[in-house]
C-alpha cells in the first residue's frame, strides 16, 4: 500500500465537516441512552435497547463503558455543537469533544458492516464487502486492497474501529481511549497489521 494513499484519506478525512444536524442527532442518541436505563427491565426497554443498537450501533457499548456521566458530558457537548457552525473532524480531534465525532463516524462504519452481513449472512470477504458498498457508504471506505491492509481482510467490527483509526490518524488503543474512557484487551491484539498513523 502506498503511504501517499492512507495519507489522502487522513487528509479528506481531517477536513470532513461534522454538520449540526449531526451533533443534534448525537445529542438525541445520548439522551436515548440516558433514557434507556430509566426503563425497567423487560419487554419495553428490551425493544428500546434493539432500536438504539439498530439506529446508532455501537452505542450499548458505549453507554456501558463510558457510564452514565460521561454520557451526560457528551450529550450536552454534542448539544453545543449543534447550535454553532460546523467543525471539521480535525478541529474535533484537537478539542476536548473529540469523541461525539468519532461516535459519529464509528457508527456509520459499524452500520454499513451491519447492513452486509444482513445481507450476505456474513459470506464473503472485504473484497466483496467493498464491491457491496454504494452512495455515501462507498466514500467512507478504501479499496478492498488497502482496507485489508490497513485494517485486516475480514469484515468484523474490528475492522471498522481499526479503519477510524487509520482515517484519523490515531493508533488504535488511542481512538479507543477516545471512545470508551478506559484501556482494555480490545487495544492491541497478535495478527492486527500493522498501520503508520
Do not use: I
Not at 430509566?38 to 456501558?64: D, I, K, M, S
Not at 482496507?147 to 474501529?161: D, I, K, M, N, S
Amino acid at each position: 500500500m502506498g503511504a501517499d494513499r492512507l495519507t489522502a484519506w487522513q487528509t479528506a478525512y481531517a477536513r470532513r465537516p461534522v454538520a449540526p444536524e449531526t451533533c443534534a442527532a448525537m445529542a438525541e442518541k445520548y439522551a436515548a441512552l440516558a433514557a434507556l436505563v430509566a426503563l425497567p427491565t423487560g419487554p419495553t426497554q428490551n425493544v428500546a435497547l434493539r432500536a438504539a443498537a439498530r439506529r446508532w450501533p455501537g452505542c450499548l457499548r458505549e453507554a456501558q463503558l463510558v457510564g452514565p456521566t460521561l454520557c451526560e458530558a457528551r450529550r450536552v457537548q454534542a448539544v453545543a455543537a449543534a447550535g454553532s457552525e460546523a467543525r471539521t473532524r480535525a478541529q474535533w480531534l484537537a478539542g476536548d469533544a473529540a469523541a461525539v465525532a468519532a461516535w459519529v463516524d464509528l457508527h456509520l462504519l459499524l452500520a454499513d458492516q451491519s447492513r452486509w452481513r444482513l445481507r450476505t449472512l456474513g459470506v464473503g470477504d472485504v473484497t466483496d464487502f467493498v464491491a457491496t458498498l454504494d452512495g455515501e457508504a462507498r466514500g467512507r471506505w478504501p479499496e478492498a486492497e488497502m482496507l485489508a491492509e490497513v485494517a485486516g481482510p475480514q469484515v468484523r467490527v474490528r475492522q471498522a474501529y481499526r479503519w477510524l483509526a487509520a482515517q484519523a490518524s490515531l493508533p488504535l488503543a488511542d481512538l479507543n481511549y477516545l471512545l470508551f474512557a478506559r484501556r482494555g484487551p480490545w487495544d492491541a491484539r497478535p495478527g492486527d497489521p500493522p498501520v503508520s498513523a
